[in-house]
T-cell receptor, first 117, second 113 residues
């Protein structure tokens, strides 16, 4: 299995520009998570989807952030407009959740390192 | 909601010695406790996990213990090697959480030769 795929791996942009991060979860996984990691705040959960439906977006910092999951094999995280404080590593993770069952292994992608100048 | 605390934040050990990282959780409904290892420039990778129906699990040099009564769990690495140097995260989740994990703040482990 190819694992969770994220693109791009690195993104450098200027303040005010739109940034779109992409994620392809592991085939067969039905939940997808977007995280942000910084030295100051550690690993933060931004939003997660189950069966392509957003379940909890309370971690999304501002309206400038939006996420979509149009189908089971693709998700995007968009920042518009971007700001320097958005600079971080963004991870996508996926998991297969079982109705009424215990937690399954959550697999992380390699991350996208975003730098906003 | 769930809150996971992790200690210590940094840990320096001599090669060959043991390393122990401890986590506490607040939600008694939590029943799944994974540990992730993150190497520089990579995403976190699962190294071991434990479910609430067992008290201990071992995989070669790595072991995890769980005390449900005290709501704490620990990672033990024996015979540490330089390649064990990384950031380790503990996490907790419950059955009805859609797989959502609450992570600890992480422990930077440095193994010196």
């Amino acid at each position: 299995d190819a694992g969770v795929i994220q693109s791009p791996r690195h993104e450098v942009t200027e303040m005010g520009q739109e940034v779109t991060l992409r994620c392809k979860p592991i085939s067969g996984h039905n939940s997808l998570f977007w995280y942000r990691q910084t030295m100051m705040r550690g690993l933060e959960l931004l939003i997660y989807f189950n069966n392509n439906v957003p379940i909890d977006d309370s971690g999304m910092p501002e309206d400038r952030f939006s996420a979509k999951m149009p189908n089971a094999s693709f998700s995007t995280l968009k920042i518009q407009p971007s700001e320097p404080r958005d600079s971080a590593v963004y991870f996508c993770a996926s998991i297969r959740t079982k109705t009424g069952g215990l937690g399954d292994t959550q697999y992380f992608g390699p991350g996208t390192r975003l730098t906003v100048l | 909601g769930e809150n996971v605390e992790q200690h210590p934040s940094t840990l320096s050990v001599q090669e060959g010695d043991s390393a122990v990282i401890k986590c506490t959780y607040s939600d008694s409904a939590s029943n799944y406790f994974p540990w992730y290892k993150q190497e520089l420039g990579k995403g976190p990778q699962l190294i071991i996990d434990i479910r609430s129906n067992v008290g201990e699990k071992k995989d070669q040099r790595i072991a995890v213990t769980l005390n449900k009564t005290a709501k704490h769990f620990s990672l033990h690495i024996t015979e540490t090697q330089p390649e064990d140097s990384a950031v380790y995260f503990c996490a907790a989740s419950s059955t009805d959480s859609w797989g959502k994990l609450q992570f600890g703040a992480g422990t930077q482990v440095v193994v010196t030769p």
